[in-house]
Nanobody, 124 residues
């Protein structure tokens, strides 16, 4: 059974940084797209950053230059480093994965597995 567990959320002032972690268990797929999504109150869930097993990276325009994604495959960990945070980055952040594909789009509707999320609040 695949499980994705996020951690690292919290309250931070605008301009600050946070690092989110996603621990993946039972994840034995060779072909996948995995990444981070977020959902602010009253808004649709959106893709933030995803990476594929082919090495492609997908960024939302709103986070380019501020957020980076990385992974430690030996530890089955996925990370989201968020710098220069803005109040509009406030949202619940989710780790999610689509399996059976080597490349694809970072869209919520395509994901097969989801974590329960971690809340990030950026104060102005």
């Amino acid at each position: 059974e695949v499980q994705l567990v996020e951690s690292g959320g919290g309250l931070v002032q605008a301009g600050g940084s946070l690092r989110l972690s996603c621990a993946a268990s039972g994840f034995t797929f060779d072909d996948y797209v995995i990444g981070w999504f977020r959902q602010a109150p009253g808004k649709a869930r959106e893709g933030v950053l995803c990476i594929s097993s082919d090495g492609d990276t997908y960024y939302a325009d709103s986070v380019k230059g501020r957020f980076t994604i990385s992974s430690d495959n030996a530890k089955n960990m996925l990370y989201l480093q968020m710098n220069s945070l803005k109040p509009e980055d406030t949202a619940s952040y989710y780790c999610a994965a689509e399996v059976g594909v080597r490349t694809g789009k970072c869209i919520a509707e395509g994901m097969d597995y989801w974590g329960k999320g971690t809340l990030v609040t950026v104060s102005s």
